[in-house]
Nanobody
Framework: QVHLVESGGGLVQPGESLTLSCAAS????????MGWYRQAPGKQREMVAA???????IYADSVKGRFTISRDNAKDMVYLQMNNLKPEDTAVYYC?????????????????WGQGTQVTVSS
């Protein structure tokens, strides 16, 4: 079992930036891929970005060029640098971990989630 704690959310204006952090603990020895997801009110949870242990990354089309995912393998941490935030980025952001990068695309592949961190982009 892996325990996930997200942090760094907040209220920002359009065009501003935020960095989210996620700490993984527990059975982290099997983790290869780490990812960020978000769920807006009334919408399904969707993948935002994911990163493999070797550094390969994938992004949702809606965030390409604005968001950057990174990780610190020594600390079992994953980060999401979000630039040029838009109102449509407003959501609760979650992280999750897996073995294969390909499985990170579909949020339905995960049974458990952390508490998430709220990101609100509004003027």
């Amino acid at each position: 079992q892996v325990h996930l704690v997200e942090s760094g959310g907040g209220l920002v204006q359009p065009g501003e930036s935020l960095t989210l952090s996620c700490a993984a603990s527990g059975s982290v020895f099997a983790i290869n891929a780490m990812g960020w997801y978000r769920q807006a009110p009334g919408k399904q949870r969707e993948m935002v970005a994911a990163i493999q242990g070797g550094g390969k990354t994938i992004y949702a089309d809606s965030v390409k060029g604005r968001f950057t995912i990174s990780r610190d393998n020594a600390k079992d941490m994953v980060y999401l640098q979000m630039n040029n935030l838009k109102p449509e980025d407003t959501a609760v952001y979650y992280c999750n971990v897996g073995i294969f990068l390909a499985t990170m695309y579909d949020s339905e592949n995960f049974d458990s989630w952390g508490q998430g961190t709220q990101v609100t982009v509004s003027s």
